[in-house]
């Protein structure tokens, strides 16, 4: 292990959220900030990061909350998965990110890892992103100069990037609220099933419901295969405003293979990751419409 793992970091552990932006404003090029850990101490022991001092924050109760307003879920970022998969108001209205917080990892993970770290971490591989990206999220964020608040896609702004200032933390991310009418799926390949990173992942959200069963609008996010998730806006537009038929998503989600930008690692090749996209939109969408879609082999 690291040596500076053992001896070298000073751990910062304040119990306000005041108190945490007073030290990020006097040691901003100095802090990291860790919560549940899972993703800053396994890249602080491969060097991927390096710092001698770290912002724990897991004691700020001000940002662990899930609550429901005029139609709008806010999420507090220190809310960890398991939170987020236990909650009734998010299982009820916004259920795409259950299914991924319910992915993500080990039970032990998903009790310690946050919605924030993910954000923070700005990994295209994050489980929770595509369902935030699909969900319209809006991140808010905090320093001791006030708040700023970004939609998700330009909260991120590269592989592992994204505006957050050295002052700054993720105070929540907010969405409106998935209703009865509503339909979205989220679907992951990983390697095996716990403890994997994502190959390929997307979320699928259609809203706006009208009398003939079509909906106004489709959101269709795609992770692990661009530095940062990918909208597919083609396949978006094929599925907004006309009845969905099987035939109708299997055309849509052909489509979403042109906005992949995979890369060819040791878990999957460009080609691989773009045949598994179609595969999974078009299953989030077949089973987000018509119920659990039964593959043979």
Not at 30 to 53: E, F, M, P, W, Y
Not at 79 to 101: F, G, K, N, Q
Not at 171 to 187: N, S, T, V
Request: hydrophobic residues 40%; contains cysteine; proline residues 3%.
């Amino acid at each position: 292990m690291n040596s500076m793992l053992r001896s070298e970091i000073d751990v910062l552990s304040p119990q306000t959220l005041d108190e945490a932006l007073e030290l990020l404003k006097e040691n901003q090029t100095q802090l990291k900030i860790v919560a549940g850990g899972s993703d800053v101490i396994v890249q602080l022991r491969d060097g991927i990061i390096k710092t001698s001092k770290l912002l724990n924050i897991l004691f700020l109760k001000e940002l662990r909350y899930i609550k429901q307003t005029s139609g709008t879920i806010h999420v507090g970022s220190l809310s960890t998965y398991s939170d987020i998969a236990a909650s009734p108001l998010m299982r009820e209205h916004a259920w795409v990110l259950v299914e991924a917080a319910k992915q993500i990892g080990a039970i032990q993970l998903q009790n310690t890892a946050t919605i924030g770290g993910n954000l923070g971490n700005a990994s295209p591989a994050g489980d929770s992103l595509p369902p935030l990206y699909a969900l319209d999220a809006v991140v808010v964020t905090r320093s001791k100069s006030g708040q700023r608040e970004f939609p998700i896609e330009e909260y991120f702004t590269g592989y592992r990037k994204s505006v957050l200032g050295s002052d700054e933390l993720v105070q929540e991310i907010r969405f409106p609220q998935l209703d009865k009418d509503d339909r979205g799926r989220y679907l992951k390949l990983g390697l095996r099933a716990a403890n994997a990173i994502s190959i390929v992942d997307v979320a699928v959200v259609l809203r706006g419901r009208k009398a003939d069963g079509s909906f106004a609008y489709a959101r269709v996010a795609l992770g692990a295969v661009a530095p940062t998730i990918v909208r597919s806006r083609e396949c978006e537009r094929k599925l907004a405003n006309t009845i969905l038929t099987a035939g109708r998503i299997q055309e849509a989600a052909s489509l979403a293979a042109n906005d992949a930008k995979p890369i060819d690692d040791i878990r999957g090749s460009v080609i691989y990751r773009k045949e598994v996209v179609v595969s999974l939109v078009y299953q989030a969408l077949h089973e987000a419409l018509f119920g659990e879609l039964k593959i043979h082999g």
